[in-house]
């Protein structure tokens, strides 16, 4: 995994108080908000574990496969629907900035999420 001192989910707090405390398995994420900033953070550290942990099991692939020439460099939340602390259900409309092979690119998505059992789960693209 990837070293980082400030957090890459875009708060701008520390990466150990802030996604880094989800990604140990010291706090969950309380909102959907919450964890597609740590998800977006685990791609940019390389953490696979809490990406498939933090993955439907019905959508979830079986690997993540982290291409060596992309890097992930910004996060942008466009809009959010419900994903709040007392619902079960909610989007995430983001952009997440990346290099390519020197080439910058936008990653545009919708997230659907899901509570279970107390957890957030990402889904799926809406």
């Not at 707090?13 to 010291?26: N, R, W």
Request: glycine fraction near 8%; charge should be neutral.
């Amino acid at each position: 995994m990837t070293a980082v001192t400030t957090c890459p989910c875009g708060l701008g707090e520390p990466y150990e108080t802030c996604c880094g405390a989800f990604h140990s398995g010291l706090k969950s994420a309380p909102t959907a908000e919450a964890l597609m900033r740590s998800r977006f953070a685990a791609f940019v550290v390389g953490d696979e574990a809490y990406l498939l942990a933090t993955w439907h099991p019905t959508t979830r692939p079986k690997r993540v496969d982290f291409d060596p020439d992309q890097r992930w460099t910004g996060l942008e939340i466009l809009e959010r629907t419900g994903g709040g602390l007392l619902q079960n259900t909610g989007t995430v409309e983001f952009r997440a900035h990346y290099r390519w092979r020197e080439q910058r690119e936008v990653l545009h998505e919708n997230s659907r999420f899901v509570r279970e059992d107390g957890r957030w789960l990402y889904v799926s693209p809406s």
